[in-house]
């Protein structure tokens, strides 16, 4: 063990005693000997500090002691409210990205050595006061020569090797809970480290998050929605990015928005609408919409414009996912809770054994007091936080791709009913969703679904003619060691041609791509 991990771990082991979390970890249905070994700590023995009667609020406060990369791994777990209790997942909702900004002279350093050059000769200004300082980056302002107001991105410097070893420590802490508790196993806090981990790496590369901001700009171009401000690519490297400055209001300064006549109203709607386009048209959602990465446009404020940062993290869904999430929506709505049991285990998000009566009375007994509340009084998120927890009693696997998806979701709903508290999701939702779904079958998308499958046919006949000149060879290989087999060949009129001792074989070589053709097209038809 180095020096440095040496010292974080006793850095680790002092803020958990000064917030008594190992009381909190005595409170779990431990083994004897793991109980022994706590309650035998030294640091059990000395007086300590009170810690907040709220246990979400004692972790909080220490995971802010630990510093950046503890403070980013809190706000991943707090998006997990699908694991987590929801006093501990609110107060960890609590944390904030602040963090005293490094030296200008640091900043200035990193850009010079990724960009290659003086800073003096790359801009024709450069702020040395940082605008913002969060945990991985910091930003500053600066112009082009061009005269073009800009901002400059820089990653903290020395970052990776304290998270790999923070990690290290996270996964150990990680593993030594789910041996000992099985309430920590239904948490899979090894899987949540190992998220983190992807997580945090992808944000350290800035050229993924720059290819993010230009397909999302891309999507909504010339958008009366929302605006996602140029990256100058020339500018742009692993660990510096360089992209349009933007002078919009932040999204929680309520007084300026009405102070401008904002349309609060269009404004909340417009936010629901972005967030199903992106799922649905795009399959390519903004996943890190908390409102410090949101503001709105100064212009056209009776038609108000969002703009959007920071597209570190991005989701996705593949087109069964999609599919399969609108039907499940629309079955909500006409609370078609036999549907929504079924749907699950078609999709595979459940097990395929799972009695669909006993998992529909389960959907019911949660939705139906749901639904007895006023439309603009039901939470959409809550909602689905609420199904998933359900679904979990009867095995459901945890879909990566969805709980982005629902913390963006809780995120755009809390966002729209703070901007307008009698915000309707659901009037605003379900027109959405049955145009989307009327135009999935619509003729001119079977046309494309079967151009798609079309221009699959001359690989599938490829393939089919490697596969059976693969048999052939395989069926006649005891044969070769007494006479020699003639290399085979594919003719034109579509007969694989072979030679051996038996003499020629004629084999059709594509009827298994047509007949796949004519399946697929037949499947696309019938859907």
């Known amino acids: 063990m180095s020096l440095l991990a040496a010292r974080r771990l006793f850095t680790i082991v002092r803020v958990i005693a000064r917030y008594r979390l190992d009381d909190q970890l005595l409170a779990l249905p431990l083994p004897w000997w793991v109980r022994l070994l706590l309650a035998l700590m030294p640091w059990r023995w000395l007086p300590r500090k009170a810690a907040p009667a709220n246990r979400g609020a004692a972790l909080r406060l220490a995971l802010e002691e630990l510093g950046p990369i503890f403070i980013k791994f809190g706000q991943l777990l707090s998006t997990r409210r699908d694991l987590l209790p929801p006093d501990m997942a609110d107060e960890l909702a609590k944390l904030q990205d602040q963090v005293p900004p490094f030296p200008a002279a640091q900043a200035r350093a990193r850009i010079e050595q990724f960009l290659g050059a003086p800073v003096e000769e790359l801009f024709a200004r450069f702020d040395s006061e940082a605008m913002a300082s969060a945990s991985v980056a910091q930003v500053h302002s600066a112009q082009l020569h061009s005269g073009e107001e800009v ?31 099985s309430d920590a196993r239904r948490l899979r806090p090894q899987e949540v480290v190992a998220d983190y981990e992807k997580t945090i790496f992808d944000e350290l590369d800035l050229m993924r998050e720059a290819a993010n901001a230009s397909q999302l700009r891309r999507n909504f171009e010339h958008s009366p929605l929302i605006y996602v401000p140029q990256i100058h690519w020339d500018y742009c490297r692993s660990k510096v990015l360089v992209m349009e400055r933007i002078y919009g209001i932040p999204v929680t300064d309520l007084k300026a928005l009405a102070d401008q006549g904002t349309n609060m109203k269009a404004l909340a709607e417009r936010g629901v609408e972005i967030f199903f386009t992106q799922v649905f048209r795009d399959s390519f959602f903004h996943a890190d919409m908390h409102p410090g990465n949101i503001f709105v446009s100064r212009e056209t404020p009776w038609s108000p ?68 509340r006023p439309l603009k009084d039901i939470s959409f998120g809550q ?32 966002l729209g009913r703070q901007l ?62 007494k006479r020699p087999v003639w290399p085979s060949r594919v003719l034109g009129a579509g007969l ?11 084999i059709p070589a594509a009827w298994p791509a047509w007949l796949m053709l004519v399946a697929g097209g037949y499947l696309v038809l019938r859907r």
């Not at 990653?155 to 802490?173: H, K």
């Not at 619509?442 to 499958?453: D, E, I, K, T, W």
């Not at 694989?496 to 004629?506: K, R, T």
């Open 305 to 372: 414009q969002y703009i959007a940062i920071d597209c570190g993290i991005i989701g996705s869904l593949t087109p069964e996912d999609q599919d399969y999430l609108a039907r499940n929506l629309l079955a909500f709505f006409k609370r078609d809770y036999r549907k929504v049991a079924q749907l699950h285990i078609d999709s595979g998000w459940v097990p395929a054994d799972t009695k669909v009566n006993e998992f529909e009375a389960a959907i019911r007994s949660v939705c139906e007091p749901i639904f007895e």
């Open 151 to 181: 901002v400059i991105k820089v990653i903290r410097p020395g970052l990776a090797p304290v998270i790999r070893q923070d990690i290290a420590w996270l996964f150990l802490l990680a593993g030594l809970l789910q041996r000992v508790s």
């Open 420 to 481: 307008y508290p009698d915000l309707d999701l659901w009037s605003t939702a379900q027109p959405f969703l049955e145009r989307w779904m009327r135009e999935r079958v619509s003729p001119v998308q079977l046309l494309r679904n079967l151009q798609a499958q079309a221009e699959q046919v001359p690989h599938l006949s490829h393939m089919a003619r490697e596969t059976l000149e693969r048999l052939s060879v395989m069926q006649h290989a005891p044969a070769a060691s």
């Open 496 to 506: 694989l041609v072979g030679a051996s001792q038996h003499g020629l074989l004629l």
């Open 383 to 414: 909602l689905l936080l609420r199904l998933f927890q359900t679904a979990r009693r009867f095995n459901m696997q945890v879909q990566p791709q969805l709980v982005l998806l629902q913390k963006t979701l809780l995120n755009i709903e809390g």
